[in-house]
């Protein structure tokens, strides 16, 4: 996409999705978008006022398309900045084509992949960081991913980066001042200061770095690994869950032998849950291949949900079992222990004490099922609520890396009280940094990347 030789065209494309429904929507944008619908629209509707809804017929010359209502928008009050029109017709997806091929016979362009949204990029409506949560908003499945996509489409993370980049201009424009009378041996910069400043922000952009893990997560899922002895009940928990027979459960141990992943939705959180294979010596190579993929799953997961049958495993064995896990994957992870089959509990292990700290379910019965992803939620929840911003976009953390080695290399060579001009060029390269992310810096390359991965319409 070049924005530059398609910024003076009208654009059309289906604002809903190409299936049958009640209503379908087309969406022009660009300074002839009333112009062009007033040649297949009853009415004339340049001269009405803004945000107004108007009903009429859709025409091929004599051929009524279809009977719609037609809402404007007038630039500069509209989502792209242009003038817009949305048609509102029947959901048929023969209609909606109808009305689009009517439209471009008139002179408008079939709209790339996010047009609609880059022109309020460039229209100055939203910044980059904002733009790029749109698509987010518009993928989000959970409520987490929704929350998490409008605080940035709010411009959450932009407020803060604008409001660390100003403070960090200031002292960039007195550097910048120091060179010009570089003859003369002036200092403008008070060099305690903006150590102080740097400190400070540095700080701020290692909070965003290290929120990235979550705010990752929440958007594609918390990856949640179900691990356990064979026959422990793996995956008849998956399929519970699930709601759905997704895995094969079976008496045979070792039926389980690759990984199964899906998402499920839990008090508003998504979670992408991991079956494994049974955690056993074997001799046996395929199934020794998927136990070595156990670990592998394990090691990317931010939870581990450690499944035995409390039938047969005693306390002992089942933390020798865990510190074996964490002698693998790392001891930093969250593992929950969870002691299943309690409906098949025998009299003699019901005098037996379970465990306190063990979760006690019934996969099969669909008992205690809930309180394993309770504990989870609340754990997420609470780090939500400590973080102020979060980030999720691979992008945006690319760029505050960068930002956190420029700041960093300025410290150091603050501390060694380097020239003015070294001290200005790390400087500028952090606010470059930081400018790539609300797109105060950018190029055409980089956004049809971004909005090339929107859908047409948006």
Do not use: W
């Not at 999705?17 to 660009?30: K, W, Y």
């Not at 940035?152 to 660390?164: A, D």
């Not at 002036?186 to 990235?212: H, M, P, T």
């Not at 150091?412 to 810096?441: C, P, W």
């Amino acid at each position: 996409m070049n924005p530059a030789a398609r910024k003076d065209l009208t654009i059309v494309a289906p604002a809903t999705g190409n299936q049958m429904a009640a209503i379908g929507v087309v969406r022009l944008s660009g300074s002839q978008a009333f112009e062009i619908t007033e040649q297949v629209f009853s009415k004339k509707i340049a001269h009405q006022p803004g945000y107004t809804i108007h009903f009429g017929k859709i025409k091929d010359q004599n051929r009524v398309v279809d009977e719609v209502l037609v809402s404007i928008f007038k630039s500069p009050n509209s989502y792209t900045g242009d003038d817009i029109v949305e048609i509102s017709c029947h959901g048929s997806p023969y209609i909606v084509q109808e009305i689009v091929n009517l439209l471009v016979k008139q002179g408008a362009a079939l709209a790339e992949p996010g047009e609609f949204t880059m022109r309020a990029f460039l229209n100055g409506k939203m910044d980059l960081s904002q733009a790029e949560a749109v698509a987010d908003l518009i993928a989000s499945e959970s409520y987490a991913g929704h929350a998490l996509a409008m605080q940035q489409m709010r411009g959450g993370i932009s407020k803060l980066i604008e409001q660390l980049r100003n403070q960090l201009l200031h002292f960039s424009a007195m550097l910048e001042l120091e060179l010009d009378f570089s003859t003369e041996d002036v200092e403008f910069a008070n060099r305690g200061d903006l150590l102080i400043l740097l400190n400070k922000i540095s700080k701020v952009i290692k909070q965003l770095i290290g929120s990235f893990a979550l705010g990752n997560a929440i958007k594609k899922g918390i990856p949640v690994c179900i691990v356990g002895r064979p026959n422990a009940g793996k995956s008849t928990l998956l399929n519970a869950l699930l709601n759905d027979d997704r895995a094969i459960v079976s008496e045979i141990a070792g039926t389980t032998r690759d990984s199964i992943e899906d998402h499920f939705v839990f008090n508003g959180i998504s979670f992408r849950l991991i079956d494994t294979a049974g955690l056993r010596e074997t001799n046996d190579t395929i199934e020794s291949i998927g136990i070595e993929r156990s670990y592998v799953k394990m090691h990317e997961a931010d939870y581990i949900i450690y499944l035995f049958d409390v039938n047969e495993l005693s306390n002992e064995v089942v933390d020798a079992d865990v510190q074996a896990i964490k002698n693998r994957v790392g001891g930093n992870k969250n593992i929950i222990l969870v002691a299943n089959k309690i409906d098949q509990i025998t009299e003699s292990e019901k005098s037996k004490e379970i465990n306190s700290s063990f979760i006690q379910i019934s996969a099969k019965e669909l008992q205690g099922i809930e309180q394993v992803f309770e504990t989870i939620a609340f754990e997420v929840n609470e780090q939500m609520t400590q973080k102020n911003e979060i980030i999720s976009n691979v992008r945006h953390l690319e760029a505050l890396n960068q930002c956190d080695l420029a700041l960093n290399q300025t410290i150091v060579q603050l501390n060694n009280q380097i020239s003015s001009d070294l001290l200005a060029f790390h400087i500028r390269e952090a606010l470059k940094y930081m400018a790539l992310i609300t797109g105060e810096v950018t190029n055409d390359e980089v956004l049809g990347h971004i909005f090339g991965k929107f859908c047409i319409g948006k």
